[in-house]
C-alpha cells in the first residue's frame, strides 16, 4: 500500500498521533513519551514566564526542539475569543512566526467544554491574520461543517471531556463529522487508554491528540508506545475495512465433508 | 535625574527606570535571546523592536514562554 500521509495544510506527517506535553514528572520524561508515541506535531500551552529567581531553569523547548518537531501552541485556559487570540499572536512570536495553533476557547471550568461561539469569533480572527488553525470543538457536526467552512485546516471534536479518559461517547457523531469532512478529523480530548484511540482511527479520523491517558497513566512512557501501536492498528483495520457484523454464526471451515460417525 | 515608575510585569507591580526600553528590561531578569515572546499592553512587540520600545508609567508588559500543555 503506499504511503499513507497525514497532510495537514501543506505538511505531511506519518504520524497520526499528536501528544500534549502537560502533566508528566519532568523534561526527561515527556522527551521520553513523545519519543515512545512516535509523534511528529507536539502541543504546548503558552504561560507568563517566573521571574525572578530561576533564571537558568530549562525551557521545554529546549527538550522538545521546534527543528525537530511540529510544535502546536494552544491556547488553553482562555475563555473569551479575544484571549485566544492574542495567545496565538504571542506563540507566534515566540515560534518566529510559525502559525500553526490549536484554538481552544473554553466554556466552563467543570467540563471544559468549548465555548463555540468564542471559538467561531476566535476562528474568523485567526485564519484571516493567516493562521493555520486547528481547532477543538464538540462533537456538533454543524459546528464542524462551519469551522472547516471557516477555512480551519483541521478539525477536532472532543470524544469525552478533556482529562476525563471516558473514551468514545458518540462514535455516531463523529462519524458523521467524518463524512461530511473534507479537512482532517482529528479525535481531541477524551481518550484513556489504547483502544480508544484505536476505535477513533477504526471509524475513519484522521488523527488522535491527547496528552492526559499518557503523562496520567502508572507507566506513561510504556501508556505512550501503547497509543502508538493502537493509533496505528486502528487506522489500518479503517484502511482493511471491517467485515460486516452478523447476528448469526458462520463457520470459518468448509461445512462439506465433515467426518460422521 | 531619572524618574522612577511603576509597570506591571506579568500582573505584578514592579519599579523601572522611567523610559526604560524592553532590551533593558529583559536583560535585568536575565531573559535576552531567551525563548520568550513580550506584550507591551496587549500588543505582541517582535525582537527587532526591543531595543528601540520604552516602557511607560503604568504599561502593562507580559513575557510568556511555551510550558508543557496539552
Known amino acids: 500500500m503506499a504511503d499513507d500521509i497525514l497532510l495537514l495544510g501543506k505538511r505531511c506527517y506519518h504520524s497520526r498521533l499528536l501528544v500534549g506535553t502537560g502533566k508528566y514528572e519532568n523534561f526527561e520524561q515527556t522527551v521520553l513519551a513523545v519519543e515512545a508515541a512516535g509523534a511528529e506535531i507536539i502541543t504546548v500551552a503558552i504561560r507568563r514566564m517566573n521571574l525572578g529567581q530561576n533564571q537558568n531553569e530549562p525551557n521545554l523547548l529546549e527538550f522538545i526542539s521546534p527543528e525537530k518537531y511540529t510544535i502546536l501552541p494552544n491556547t488553553a485556559g482562555c475563555y473569551s475569543a479575544q484571549e485566544a487570540v492574542y495567545t496565538c499572536q504571542l506563540a507566534r512570536e515566540l515560534l518566529n512566526g510559525h502559525s500553526l495553533v490549536k484554538l481552544e476557547v473554553l466554556g466552563d471550568q467543570k467540563t471544559l467544554f468549548p465555548n463555540l461561539k468564542e471559538t467561531l469569533l476566535a476562528a474568523k480572527v485567526l485564519v484571516d491574520d493567516g493562521f493555520e488553525v486547528m481547532v477543538y470543538t464538540s462533537d456538533d457536526p454543524i459546528v464542524a461543517q462551519e469551522l472547516e467552512n471557516m477555512g480551519c485546516i483541521a478539525v477536532m471534536p472532543l470524544a469525552a471531556p478533556i482529562g476525563s479518559g471516558l473514551g468514545i461517547r458518540n462514535p455516531y457523531n463523529l462519524q458523521l463529522i467524518i463524512e461530511q469532512a473534507q479537512v482532517p478529523i482529528i479525535v481531541d480530548a477524551g481518550v484513556g487508554t489504547a483502544s480508544d484511540a484505536a476505535i477513533a482511527m477504526e471509524l475513519g479520523c484522521d488523527g488522535v491528540l491527547m496528552n492526559t491517558a499518557i503523562a496520567q497513566a502508572k507507566h506513561p512512557v510504556l501508556m505512550a508506545k501503547a497509543m502508538n501501536l493502537g493509533v496505528q492498528a486502528g487506522r489500518k483495520a479503517f484502511l482493511a475495512g471491517r467485515m460486516p457484523r452478523r447476528l448469526y454464526a458462520q463457520a470459518s471451515s468448509p461445512l462439506a465433508d465433515t467426518i460422521s460417525l | ?70
Open chain 2, 1 to 70: 535625574m531619572t524618574k522612577i515608575v511603576q509597570i506591571y510585569l506579568n500582573g505584578k507591580p514592579v519599579e523601572i527606570m522611567e523610559e526604560d526600553t524592553i532590551a533593558n528590561l529583559l536583560i535585568q531578569e536575565g531573559l535576552l535571546n531567551k525563548r520568550i515572546a513580550v506584550a507591551l499592553n496587549q500588543a505582541v512587540i517582535s525582537r527587532q523592536q526591543y531595543a528601540v520600545t520604552r516602557v511607560y508609567d503604568q504599561d502593562k508588559l507580559e513575557i510568556v514562554t511555551a510550558v508543557g500543555g496539552g
